[in-house]
Structures are given as C-alpha cells and as structure tokens.
C-alpha cells in the first residue's frame, strides 16, 4: 500500500526559505505512470496546487508560485522535497504532498487528480 | 478568489439527495475533466470522483459526477451523517503552461 509522510520545519522565519520532504513507501516515485506534486492549505480555507513534478524532472507549477518554488526529485532514497523561498505570513498552511496523476500524450494533458495524499503537515511562518 | 466557483455551504438531512456545483471557463472544466474530494474534519483530502464521473476503488456509489459544458456536478444520493465534510472540485487548466485549479470548496452538513 503506497505511503506518503511529509517532514520538515513547523515553524519558518518571514523572508527565509520553507524545505519540506515527501518519503515515499510501498511504491518508487520512478514510476512511468505519476506524477508527485504538493498542495497547501491555509488555515480555515481551501486546497491550492503548488506544483507537481516527474522522476525524470518535468515539471508543472501553479503560475502564482512558480517564482518561489522548487520541486526535486531523489529516486535513490525514493523522496521529492518542496522549496518555497521568500516566505510571508500567507504561506502559513498545513502543506500535503501527493500521488499526482497527469498524462501527457503527445500534447494533450489528461489530470485525473491527487489519488494519494499524505497526512499533512503545519508549516507556520513567523519571527 | 478561486478560479472554479464553488457555493460555500450545502446540507440535507439522512436519505436525501444533494448536489454541490463548480463552475470554470473553457479552459479547464470546458476542456479537461473535473476531479472531486472529499475532506473530513482534521483529514487529508480523498480523491472522490476522476474523470468527470468515475469512483476510485472504495468510494460508493452513492457518489456520483456530472459535466456539462463548463459546470460540473457532485451528487450525493442516499446521505449520511459521516458525509459532512468540506468538498472540492478540482481540473487542469490550459492557461499559462497549465495547472491545476480548485474551487473554494463547499461545506455540507448533515442536518
């Protein structure tokens, strides 16, 4: 049964960069089939996509972000991590990494959404 | 502001039926399919409904998706107190290198 466990600060400073790291078991993220992205939500609102990346480093960034956020791949110890950079209070949010399952053929992307998510967790920003 | 508009709150009582709506433009609902989940209090999303109207393995089928144009459905036949949770819709969208949009999400409660 594939597993996601999201690891990291709870607590980042303003104007500093925010690492987290997904581990992944029961599955390798070398898959052909998946993409593996992270979504975040603020506390009391809704789900927003960050970004979503492929084993061989194709990538896909919610254009809002993308300036800040870097998504990286390490197939040896079947982990991908998150870095936002620049972070401000309104980055505060409980951040979720996930089983992301975009199809790109030939030019045509097909999303199915997130089918595995991990349990999440608190990333607050403050001094 | 969210790019798929979502009503924020919705409710029924044990049995009944409900839908919750999501609306978007031709470039995502009106050109690529629509994503459901379900979030229960304190819970990590669970994907709901794929594919505009099909059920991962486990959902029942109590819950269902529909697509029309640039709206989309999520019906919920037969309720239950434990279907009170926050839900989201969610698809790719072809602007900018493409991306994926959620709707704000609708609370329902179970009355």
């Known amino acids: 049964q594939l597993q996601l466990q999201e690891s990291g600060p709870g607590l980042v400073k303003p104007s500093e960069t925010l690492s987290l790291t997904c581990t992944v078991s029961?599955?390798?993220?070398?898959?052909?089939?998946?993409?593996w992205g992270w979504v975040r939500q603020p506390p009391g609102k809704g789900l927003e996509w960050i970004g979503s990346?492929?084993?061989?480093?194709?990538?896909y960034y919610n254009p809002s972000l993308k300036s800040r956020v870097t998504i990286s791949m390490d197939p040896s110890k079947n982990q991908f991590s998150l870095k936002l950079s620049s972070v401000t209070a309104a980055d505060t949010a409980v951040y979720y990494c996930?089983?992301?399952?975009?199809?790109?053929?030939?030019?045509?992307?097909?999303?199915?959404?997130?089918?595995?998510w991990g349990q999440g967790t608190t990333v607050t920003v403050s001094s | 502001q969210s790019v798929l508009t979502q009503p924020p709150s919705a409710s029924g009582t044990p049995g009944q039926r409900v839908t919750i709506s999501c609306s978007g433009s031709?470039?995502?609902?009106?050109?690529?399919?629509i994503n459901w989940y379900q979030q229960l209090p304190g819970t990590a999303p669970k994907l709901l409904i794929y594919?505009?109207?099909q059920r991962p393995s486990g959902v029942p089928d109590r819950f269902s998706g529909s697509k029309s144009g640039t709206s989309a459905s999520l019906a919920i036949s037969g309720l239950q107190f434990e279907d009170e949770a926050d839900y989201y819709c969610?698809?790719?969208?072809?602007?900018?290198?493409?991306?994926?949009?959620f709707g704000g999400g609708t609370k329902l409660t179970v009355l």
């Open positions: 029961g599955g390798s993220i070398s898959s052909s089939d998946y993409y």
């Open positions: 990346m492929y084993y061989s480093g194709g990538a």
């Open positions: 969610a698809a790719w969208d072809d602007s900018v290198n493409g991306y994926v949009v």
């Open positions: 996930g089983r992301d399952t975009i199809m790109v053929r030939r030019v045509i992307i097909y999303y199915d959404g997130m089918d595995v």
């Open positions: 031709r470039s995502n609902i009106g050109t690529n399919t």
């Open positions: 594919s505009d109207n």
